[in-house]
């Protein structure tokens, strides 16, 4: 490294509460950023990383407190600076946080508000010389259109739309150096690579330091030439991220690395594959789902968002089923359509024999006792002013139980059975952690004794070691009560270690089935490959992001191109993908995949 | 693009709600006891010469007719004339009858036309007396809730939303006008007759304008694009006046859409006990007098000015915040 550093921080150590009370959220932490150079610092869920990215640049808010050390920025204490001072530093100092979308005003459009910030931190700036450079720098960071985008608003754009403006919005005074806050964790993981590599491009670019805080290793390792492992606040271990991976030292390095999910070495789970039923558990028919939104700007057309298209398969008894796709790919729509939310505006989803849409009183109560729902979101599905046992209590309720010795009875054995202690019969749910919660979640699903269980979601906002917890927890009920589960999610991984077989979605069409092996060691759609090759994990890549995906992100589900909905973002297509949409085709096995490369002897040379 | 095609939607809607009104207020009218005819000719007046009167007038058909009679007059700008008002002045109650032939009497849009605008001129009056008032005590309470200014605000507002409009009235009154002779205070003979009833109806609007104003600030304050804002270099200043009153205006301009609408109803009251010549003096007058042609005349006015003071709010919340076009 060469001349002085940018940044050091010194025995920096960040309390919360004040007096008696006072505890450290960061302790003791030291460390330089020299110029150009690209610190990571990683660390699981609590260990104190978001307040150290936060301390960095000056934003300590009570009830958290500056304990003790400093943060050198041009030979002066950036956290002894008064306001006003301060505030003019922040053209050299600047921050990405994870919340992209919380991050602008809504009622101002982007543009407008990054001129504003411009001007704020370097007064007397040119207004039209300010708005040139800000367009000038979105078409930088790859947003399509720039000088219209400009002038739209932050509900217009997608998360990673939003990410890359806020970028733009940190480097557009040309700062001396950027943190920045797990910004890849709320985007889609072929999103998050692409941002992660105009990140790297730009920071060479623009010759800024960044101190990349993350919880995930895979991440940093792309990212980083430098890494700090944050434990509890202390940084217990710094190396270079090879190094690190290669010969941890640190027991928590190694449990950290030790919890990232292994996809295509032999450590990776064995999943058999299903055998086939006679009967399909839920086989959904050529469903489609089509929302009508009112057009903006116009006096009283309509417009059609088409979040599912033409989707069948089956999902047999006992099998594990996932569904994958990135946000906005009719995961959830589709989701409602087998939990008989919603219907199919064409097509049927039948279950065991029966057609969801005929089912009418006491059988309609029969199949809403067999699937069972788990979501997503386990601070906001559980009733935040109800005991845990009348939680659990109402379904039995709802399904005609009476006597409340039996749902007492039956409720203690269900919250047995996901390992909640019985003392939390009378608790709110308020102290419960996320894990717990989400156990609730399953409990309330279980006490119906359900035959299907529709996971929403259900283990994203875990952090591993909680998701392996309560995998455990589903092989051993799936055990017990043959269960069939289907799993919607848009992690890979999660899906590698548990489900039998996968179907991908990509722009409401299912894309590919395959069984878990084969999807993951030889896929033949080109969007799982592009999938695959943004999985976070250490391993060797089998797909390189390089080959895999080109820039840019799904077309909106309003104007649905003409032709292969990938072709805008595939390598691999040629001309008949923009005229004529490809169909499921059959590989062999029952596998099938939705592009025109399969099955021809192209296929395996394109491969 | 969208203004207009928001406007087109919005006022079609509107004047389907201030027809219904006003087919809602026809059939009451002519459903509550009393006989309009009576009251115009005169308690002395034979019974032939009323029920000719009311043949002539159309006041014996079914209400249907009357009312399909009545808004062809409406469409075409003519809302008929007053039963009891003569063209020439004041209200003449009727007590003889043959002194005021239907020819003289006065036209309904032109009795709105004199005294609405003196009501309005006092609404506004009293909304930017409550704004000012509102905004110099509810903005320093949301930006520092639990503290100081916050409980004011909050002593202020449960004050003032406890002092009764028509005792506050009497009280300034009998204060400012009679004893100080600070503020004119009864009938109305220039612009400072306005201030002081201006000035108790502000006192019953401001209660509820802190008590949002307060709220949605505080809750604005605590967005992220706020803490965001300061990390990117904003001026305090910027971020509360550009952002967080920006956000915190819609709620309260959807409140004021209805506080205007319900001050056309409180003004009744404060008008009658200062003898303001504005519409809710008409209104309580029509109404004793059984006027029946004021009285809708007043209804449809009054509805109508609602439906556009909605619009007008809508359309100026969709402008600061665009995610609320639909």
Redesign the interface.
């Known amino acids: 490294m060469n001349s002085s550093p940018v940044l050091s921080v010194r025995n920096l150590g960040v309390d919360v509460g004040t007096g008696a009370g006072a505890r450290p959220v960061v302790s003791d932490v030291s460390f330089d950023l020299a110029p150009r150079e690209i610190v990571g610092i990683i660390g699981a869920s609590g260990s104190g990383k978001t307040v150290l990215a936060r301390a960095l640049?000056n934003?300590i808010?009570p009830p958290l407190r500056i304990a003790s050390g400093s943060v050198e920025y041009k030979s002066q204490n950036i956290l002894d600076l008064a306001?006003g001072r301060m505030?003019?530093l922040?053209?050299e100092i600047a921050?990405v946080?994870a919340?992209p979308m919380?991050?602008?005003?809504?009622?101002?459009p982007v543009g407008r508000q990054i001129v504003?910030?411009l001007s704020?931190?370097v007064p007397g700036i040119d207004p039209s010389e300010a708005r040139k450079r800000v367009i000038d720098l979105l078409g930088a960071v790859r947003i399509p259109s720039p000088r219209l985008r400009f002038d739209e608003?932050p509900?217009q754009f997608s998360g990673g739309m939003m990410q890359r403006a806020l970028i733009v919005?940190a480097l557009v005074?040309n700062p001396a150096f950027l943190v920045a806050d797990n910004v890849t964790q709320p985007l889609d993981v072929t999103v998050a690579a692409q941002v992660l590599r105009l990140m790297r491009e730009l920071t060479e670019r623009f010759d800024t330091a960044v101190v990349f805080v993350s919880s995930s290793l895979p991440t940093v390792k792309e990212a980083a030439d430098q890494v700090l492992v944050l434990s509890e606040g202390r940084i217990v271990e710094r190396n270079t991220p090879q190094r690190l991976i290669d010969a941890p030292q640190h027991p928590y390095t190694l449990q950290l690395i030790s919890q990232i999910p292994k996809i295509w070495t032999s450590e990776a789970a064995a999943v058999p594959r299903t055998q086939n039923a006679a009967r399909p558990t839920i086989s959904i028919r050529d469903a489609t789902r089509t929302y009508r939104v009112?057009k903006?700007?116009?006096?009283?057309a309509h417009s059609e968002v088409r979040a599912v298209r033409n989707v069948t398969f089956d999902v047999m008894p006992g099998e594990n089923f996932g569904v994958v796709g990135e946000s906005g790919c009719g995961k959830s729509t589709l989701m409602r359509l087998l939990s008989r939310l919603e219907f199919p505006d064409s097509g049927s989803v039948i279950c065991n024999g029966k057609d969801l849409s005929k089912l009418r009183g006491k059988t309609l109560l029969k199949f809403r006792r067999d699937f069972q729902l788990v979501l997503q979101d386990p601070f906001n599905s559980l009733p935040p002013r109800t005991s845990i046992g009348a939680i659990l209590e109402d379904p039995l309720r709802v399904h005609g139980m009476r006597n409340a010795k039996e749902i007492r009875e039956r409720v203690l054995a269900v919250m047995a059975e996901v390992e909640l202690p019985a003392n939390l019969y009378d608790e709110l749910p308020l102290g419960l952690s996320a894990g717990q919660r989400q156990r609730v979640n399953v409990a309330r699903a279980m006490v119906l004794e359900p035959k299907v269980l529709i996971m929403d979601e259900t283990l994203s906002s875990l952090d591993q070691t909680e998701q392996f917890r309560l995998l455990a927890l589903f092989e051993k009920l799936q055990a017990q009560h043959g269960l069939t589960y289907v799993f919607i999610s848009h992690d890979l991984a999660m899906v590698r270690r548990v489900c039998n077989r996968v179907a991908v979605m990509y722009l409401g069409e299912v894309v590919e089935i395959a069984h878990n092996e084969r999807l993951f060691f030889d896929p033949g759609h080109p969007y799982t490959k592009a999938l695959l090759s943004a999985v976070p994990t250490l391993e060797e890549r089998r797909y390189r992001p390089e080959d895999c995906l080109l820039e840019g992100e799904p077309p909106s589900p309003i104007d649905l191109p003409p032709g292969c909905s990938f072709a805008s973002r595939c390598p691999h297509a040629f001309d008949r993908c923009r005229a004529e949409s490809p169909t499921l085709t059959a590989r062999n096995h029952g596998e099938l995949a939705a592009c025109f490369l399969v099955g021809g002897p192209g296929a395996r040379a394109a491969a | 693009?969208?203004v207009i095609?928001f406007l087109?939607?919005r006022l079609a809607q509107g004047a389907l709600i201030i027809f219904l009104v006003t087919l809602l207020i026809f059939t009451l009218l002519r459903i509550v006891p009393g006989d309009p005819v009576r009251l115009m000719a005169g308690g002395m007046a034979p019974e032939a010469l009323i029920e000719q009167i009311a043949e002539e007038m159309g006041l014996r058909d079914p209400v249907l007719v009357q009312f399909g009679r009545y808004m062809s007059g409406v469409v075409r700008g003519d809302l008929g004339q007053s039963f009891v008002r003569p063209a020439s002045g004041a209200s003449t109650g009727g007590s003889s009858f043959g002194d005021a032939t239907r020819g003289e009497r006065a036209d309904v849009l032109t009795l709105i036309g004199e005294t609405l605008p003196m009501t309005l001129q006092l609404a506004f009056l009293a909304i930017a007396f409550a704004m000012i008032f509102s905004f110099l005590v509810g903005i320093p309470a949301g930006l520092s809730p639990g503290r100081w200014p916050d409980r004011v605000a909050f002593y202020v507002s449960s004050i003032f939303i406890s002092l009764p409009g028509f005792w506050l009235g009497i009280v300034l009154a009998l204060l400012l006008s009679v004893k100080l002779g600070w503020l004119p205070a009864i009938g109305y003979k220039g612009f400072a007759y306005t201030i002081l009833p201006a000035i108790v109806l502000a006192v019953e609007l401001s209660p509820v304008l802190i008590r949002t104003l307060t709220g949605s600030i505080s809750s604005a304050m605590t967005?992220?694009?706020i803490?965001?804002?300061?990390?990117?270099?904003?001026?305090?200043r910027?971020i509360i006046f550009?952002?967080a009153l920006?956000?915190a205006s819609v709620p309260l301009l959807n409140l004021l859409g209805i506080q205007i609408s319900g001050l056309l109803g409180g003004v009744l009251v404060i008008e009658f006990i200062f003898d303001y010549p504005g519409l809710g003096l008409l209104t309580i007058n029509a109404v004793l007098q059984r006027d029946f042609p004021l009285i809708q005349g007043i209804a449809i006015v009054t509805s109508a000015i609602f439906v556009l003071i909605n619009i007008a709010v809508d359309l100026i919340a969709t402008l600061?915040?665009?995610?609320l076009?639909?």
């Open positions: 640049v934003w808010d306001g505030r003019l922040r053209r921050y946080g919340n919380g991050a602008l005003d809504p009622t101002l504003e910030k704020a931190v608003y509900s919005d005074s009112r903006r700007g116009t006096f009283a | 693009m969208f095609s087109v939607r967005m992220p694009f803490a965001v804002g300061r990390v990117r270099g904003l001026s305090q910027r550009a952002h920006r956000n600061i915040d665009p995610r076009e639909y």
